[in-house]
Every structure is written in C-alpha cells, then in structure tokens.
C-alpha cells in the first residue's frame, strides 16, 4: 500500500511539471479550495518534518457557511511519500513541537473554549490531553532531556489577584492603574462589603462592581481599551510554566509579577530559559512599550535581563544550538522604523552586540546546527525571500528570489524544508539542502490550481520625484486578445507599510479572480510600503495622501500607455490604508468609474480615538489631534476634509466589530455623501473585524469580493465589445 501511495505522489508530483494546458478561469468558491501551510518543524536529526495545514471547510452547522479547519501533517525527508495526516478532530490542532528523540508531537488543541496541550505518540494510537488548565496552555517546547514542556497562559489582572496558588499574598501592581481619585490602586483590594445599592460607600461599590462583573457595564481606565472586536477593560499578562509529562502532572509557575513575557526557550543544557518581552514594575504597560531579553533557571530563579534599553524594543530571540550565541531584534518603541539584526554572547553584555546590517524588515530567525549560519525570512521587494549570514563574516546571502514567498521554513543539518506561495500555486510544501539548492517539491495539496488558467503578473519600475525606485505589477485579463481594450483594475495595498508582490498570499486569490472576469489588474508598492528599506518606509512621513496617490496613480498610467487598458473604464479598491488612499484618490481624481474602499481610515482626529492602531497618528505625524501643528496636518490629510469633491460612484465595507480601524469614519464618509447626492452604498458584515478578507468569515469574503464585481459592473461601460 506505501509504494503505490509513493506511486499516486510521484505521479502527481510529475504532473505538475508540465504547462497549464487547461482554461477553466478562477471562480469565486476557489477561495475555498486553498490549503495552507505553515509552523513548519523538524525532528532533531532532521529526518521528520510536521507542519500544519489550514483547510476551510464546510460548516455542518450551516450547509451555506464555511470554517477554518487546521490539522497537523508529517513527512518524512528522506524517502519520496504522501504527507500523512497525524490530527483529525473537528477542533484545530496547532503549533507542533516535536520531543527531543522524535518519538511524540505535543500541540494544542481547544476544549472547553481553552487551550489545551495533547501529545501524540509516533507509535499510534490517539493524542493523549497533557493540561486541563484553568487558563489554558498554548506555544508548548520541550525541555532537552523530553521530561518537561514548557508552555504560557495569559492571566487577566482579575483572576491574578484572587489566585491564591499563582499570587500567594494577593499582591497588587506597584505602578497605577490610573483610576481617578485613587490612590497605590487600593481600589483592586478585596471588598467583601455585600451589593447592596443603597448602602453606604463601600457597599455601592460592591454593588458597582458586581454589575461591572454581569457585564452590565464596562469601565475604561485604559489607555489601549479596544482590542481587534470589542473594548474592553481587561488587562492580560503572560505567565510561563512547565508541566511534567507523565500522567497526571499538575503545572509549575516559572515567571511572577505584573508584566508580558511573549516567548521562550530552553538552553541546550536545560539548566536555563531565554525569555523575551516586557517587564516594567513602575511603569503601566499601556503606557510602557519597550521589550527586552532575560535569562533565568530552568526554575524560573535568578531571573535576570541580558539586553534591554529604555525606548528600545528587543525581541525574536533566538539561541543557537551550541548555547553560546543569542541572535534577537532590536528597533525604537515609538518611530517608523527597520528593526536591526543583533548577535551577542548569551553571557556578555550590550557592548559585546555585534548588528548585522540588512535594510529589511526580519523575522523567523532559525540558526543552522553548526552555529555557522543564521537564517531568517525578509520582505523584500515585493517577496519574502530566505536569508542567511555567515557569522564569521557578517555577510547575508539572500538564498531565495524575490518572485516567491517563503512562509514557514525549518532547518536541521543539511535539511531544510519549508513552504512557498508563488503565482502558480499559492501553498505547497518542498524539500531542499541548507544552501537552498536541489529543491524536492512534498505536497500536492493545490494542485487544482493545474485545471486553472492564470494570469502572470509582469514586474515594472519607475522611479518618482523623490528618486525612489517604484515597483509596480501588471496582470492581463486570462482572456486577452492582441488589439482589444480591456477594464484596468488599481489594487492598493494597506499598512501603509505593507508590501504585495507575487509572493504574498492574501492577494492571490482576489487579483485571479478578477483577471478571470475580463480585467486587468494593476498593483505597487508606493512609497512608505515594507520590503524597500528604511528611508522607503518613511517616504510618507507627513505625507499620506499626495505622495503616495502620485506613485500608484502613476503605476495607473504607465500601464494605460501600454495600449491595452481602456482608460475610460478605470476602476480603483483598496483595504484599511488602502481604503484610506482609494478615498483620497477619488477626493482628488475623477478618472475612475467606480470605487471600493474597505475598511479605511477616513478622519484622521477621529481615528485617533476610534482605532485600536491610533498610534499610527504620533508616529507618522509627529504628535496628537490637539496640537495645533498636528492638528492642521492631520486635517489636510484626511480625505474627509475633501469630500465634496467625491464624484466617483462608491462603494463602502467594513465590518461591523472592525475596532482597528473603527468605523465611525466609514459611516460618516456614507453619511456625508449622501447628503451631498453622490452615489454611494455602504456594507457592513455583521460580526467581522479588519482581518475579514484574509481570516474572517468565509461567505463574508465571497460576499465582499461579489458585490465588490457586481457594483463595478454597474458602470463599467456595456457599449465595449472586450
């Protein structure tokens, strides 16, 4: 039975080696067929690989809906064979971690609404539950020798101060909660006074309190009180422990305190933890936003900070495999910036850091097992490429092309595996050595895309008035005919410091779908976008609309010249940022026949107050709504402030528990114009928050894509035979 699966594998595996011979176009429910990998790990000896694969499914609930299903898959990398599926509940099953022998794979899984630990033998049979946590458990690592796991729960400041096992003296934090007319936060103190509405102080208080518990009301003392769908006074910190993994283990609090630790590892002796995160015991951490690295016992004593600055953030640790190196991150906590890429003793000190420079941003840092490289993705022009640097010479050798997308990867020895988004497929999984060479594909989990005729982006450049290089891709309607014009599509991208390209995943499926439908489709990354460096990034500093607007537009009209696009059927979208920069266009250019702009940023005054990502207004102009100065750029560079210019029939989305943006502003863009007689129409999709076209509710997506192509379809013009 193995070799004839071997057999299917190669079969399949060769098929996708010949040219689309096929035209079926990309439809709407394609969007449900794509399957994604990620959280790639490997064993010790580098001969298993496990990583998970994110499905959506149909709802058995609901046969007109659709969830997220992710489930955990290994593959040998020795032998050419079929990933095997390890996980098949109903619940998700995330973030693998392979036992040092590589005989178990601990992950996580929800029950009862919690994280959960399981364990699941090699040997077969059905995973075995490790914690039944009252605040769950997720992100597990094994400790070297495979008799502890380490794992983190996030604790709400409620539930720290009545922990009598966790918080034995029912300590309350140093620094203020900020509550009015309070002192040293005696407000957080037990008051055992009985509800009673008509008693005296302190039984009112009770009675206030109890309703603020029945979620009868909800009483903000934060700065940061919006989360990604709701506001919320809660304050949530990060403890680690570690459980024994024999039956019946109960867990064991490694980290104390008020503060937010974010990750951790053992060192390779297992006698110490590295820790990243913030901890802060006089200031609030609404207000504290540096991070630093610490060292502690395997215990969680002698807990100590290895590197950390005020105003610094130092994050993404990672220890090489020998103990003796620690590679992490550093950047500014308030700036638009490029984090630096830092190498230091794990026991020397800030003088011994050695910054590798790389104008990128960086993350995934994974050490080779000799500690003679580093590795690390970076976006970068309009991929996410591979990298390493040589730690003798401090040189980055970029190991992959800027064309593809690298989106989870692992290394051990000459092994490396990882997972890659391209235009022809937008997940799969493959094999290579640590120089990136010799490449195995190991998956077939989208190759439906083989029956599907793609359009291929074409890569552009221009340079504008700044003498900044803009790179911008054209994609051609799948039906295209030499001589015929065509409707031309502008696609924005968000952030403003994001980046698209053909090895970014979220766009492949919208940019296909519209090619498939008769359009042609137009997209850059305009100054201030990621994957360019730093002085890119900070190329609209002051200046989101104008400068911005100029380099895509000219994108627009560089690809017009080319002959093809029909100039009077222009149509233009873009999300969050991109929303904001879809309305500033048409506030200020009437070519378009029609316009989407999802969740935007319209009133930048207002965003600072409704949006979860207000400090976008600080850092990219230089103060608050208050301040004259601020205040004046603030509204010169809100599109709000030129909305009786709008002519541009649009159309609004956003949803309805979006606070990161907030949606007031969408309401009062929809408001405005119709009182100002334009055409507009706006959609709210109950429920979703901004991450709605990537991660959110599958029929809200297709919704949002659909009625995007049926209201440009109500002005392109019909006359034109394309």
């Known amino acids: 039975m193995r070799?004839?699966?071997?057999?299917?594998?190669f079969i399949a595996t060769l098929h996708t080696s010949f040219a689309q011979t096929t035209t079926e176009p990309v439809i709407i429910t394609d969007m449900l067929k794509i399957k994604t990998i990620s959280n790639i790990t490997l064993t010790k000896d580098g001969t298993k690989a496990a990583f998970t694969v994110t499905s959506i499914v149909a709802d058995q609930n609901n046969t007109q809906d659709y969830k997220y299903n992710t489930q955990i898959y290994s593959a040998s990398t020795v032998k050419t064979a079929v990933p095997v599926q390890l996980t098949t509940s109903k619940e998700d099953?995330?973030?693998?971690?392979?036992?040092?022998?590589?005989?178990?794979?601990?992950?996580?899984?929800?029950?009862?609404?919690?994280?959960?630990?399981?364990?699941?033998?090699?040997?077969?049979?059905?995973?075995?539950?490790?914690?039944?946590?009252?605040?769950?458990?997720?992100?597990?690592?094994?400790?070297?020798?495979?008799?502890?796991?380490?794992?983190?729960?996030?604790?709400?400041?409620?539930?720290?101060?009545?922990?009598?096992?966790?918080?034995?003296?029912?300590?309350?934090?140093t620094w203020t909660m900020e509550k009015p007319g309070f002192n040293k936060n005696e407000h957080l103190l037990p008051n055992n006074s009985k509800p009673n509405p008509n008693g005296d102080l302190s039984e009112i208080r009770a009675y206030l309190d109890k309703n603020a518990i029945d979620k009868k009301a909800i009483v903000l003392n934060k700065l940061n009180f919006q989360n990604e769908s709701s506001i919320s006074s809660e304050m949530n910190f990060n403890y680690f422990f570690d459980i024994n993994t024999t039956k019946d283990s109960l867990p064991r609090l490694l980290t104390k305190g008020f503060y937010n630790l974010t990750d951790a590892e053992y060192t390779p002796d297992g006698k110490q933890i590295l820790?990243?995160?913030?901890?802060?015991?006089?200031?609030?951490?609404?207000?504290?936003?540096?991070?630093?690295?610490?060292?502690?016992?395997?215990?969680?004593?002698?807990?100590?900070?290895?590197?950390?600055?005020?105003d610094k953030r130092y994050s993404n640790a990672s220890l090489s495999h020998s103990g003796k190196l620690v590679a992490f991150l550093s950047s500014n906590t308030s700036f638009v910036s490029v984090p630096k890429l830092a190498i230091m003793p794990i026991n020397g000190t800030e003088k011994d850091m050695v910054t590798i420079p790389f104008d990128r941003e960086k993350s995934n840092l994974t050490w080779s097992t000799n500690d003679k490289y580093l590795y690390f993705t970076a976006q970068s022009n309009g991929g996410t490429t591979l990298n390493r640097v040589n730690i003798s010479t401090k040189e980055v050798e970029a190991l992959s092309s800027t064309e593809i997308g690298i989106t989870s990867y692992d290394i051990v020895n000459n092994t490396l595996v990882y997972s890659k988004t391209e235009v022809q497929n937008p997940s799969e999984l493959y094999f290579t050595n640590s120089d990136f060479k010799k490449h195995r594909k190991g998956s077939n989990f989208n190759d439906w895309v083989l029956n599907k005729k793609l359009s291929i982006p074409e890569k552009n450049t221009f340079i504008n008035e700044l003498g900044m290089t803009i790179e911008y891709w054209v994609m051609k309607p799948i039906n295209y005919k030499e001589g015929e014009k065509y409707p031309l599509l502008l696609e924005i991208h968000g952030g403003p410091s994001a980046m698209w390209g053909p090895g970014q995943e979220s766009m492949w499926h919208e940019y296909q779908y519209f090619c498939s439908k008769g359009y042609g489709v137009v997209y850059s990354n305009p100054r201030g976008s990621g994957g360019y460096g730093l002085d890119f990034l900070r190329g609209n500093i002051n200046d989101w609309g104008k400068g911005p607007s100029s380099d895509v537009l000219t994108a627009l009209d560089k690809t017009v010249e080319q002959g093809w696009a029909d100039p009077a059927n222009l149509l233009i979208t873009g999300g969050s940022y991109a929303g904001y920069l879809t309305a500033w266009i048409i506030s200020h250019d009437n070519r378009f026949k029609a316009a989407c702009a999802q969740r935007g940023v319209y009133d930048l005054p207002t965003f600072f107050g409704e949006g979860n990502a207000w400090r976008l207004v600080p850092n990219y102009f230089g103060g608050y709504p208050w301040e004259p100065k601020v205040k004046e750029i603030l509204i010169r560079e809100s599109p709000s402030t030129y909305v009786?210019?709008?002519?541009?029939?649009?159309?609004?989305?956003?949803?309805?528990?979006?606070?990161?943006?907030?949606?007031?502003?969408?309401?009062?863009?929809?408001?405005?114009?119709?009182?100002?007689?334009?055409?507009?129409?706006?959609?709210?999709?109950?429920?979703?928050?901004?991450?709605?076209?990537?991660?959110?509710?599958?029929?809200?997506?297709?919704?949002?894509?659909?009625?995007?192509?049926?209201?440009?379809?109500?002005?392109?013009?019909?006359?034109?035979?394309?």
């Open 3 to 9: 070799e004839f699966s071997v057999l299917l594998f």
């Open 93 to 173: 099953a995330i973030k693998p971690a392979w036992s040092p022998d590589g005989k178990q794979l601990a992950f996580t899984r929800s029950v009862a609404d919690k994280s959960q630990i399981f364990i699941l033998s090699m040997d077969g049979g059905e995973p075995i539950q490790l914690t039944s946590f009252k605040y769950g458990a997720k992100n597990p690592k094994w400790s070297p020798d495979g008799n502890k796991i380490l794992f983190s729960s996030s604790i709400s400041l409620q539930e720290l101060i009545k922990d009598s096992i966790l918080n034995k003296p029912h300590s309350i934090p």
């Open 275 to 310: 820790f990243s995160g913030a901890i802060d015991s006089i200031q609030n951490p609404d207000r504290s936003l540096e991070s630093a690295i610490y060292l502690a016992d395997s215990d969680g004593g002698n807990f100590k900070m290895i590197v950390g600055e005020k």
């Open 644 to 722: 009786e210019n709008i002519k541009t029939p649009l159309i609004i989305f956003h949803g309805g528990n979006d606070r990161r943006t907030g949606f007031v502003q969408g309401e009062m863009m929809f408001r405005s114009l119709k009182v100002l007689g334009c055409p507009v129409e706006y959609v709210v999709h109950p429920g979703a928050t901004h991450e709605i076209t990537r991660t959110g509710d599958n029929r809200q997506r297709m919704d949002q894509m659909l009625r995007t192509f049926e209201f440009f379809e109500r002005y392109i013009d019909k006359n034109k035979d394309n």
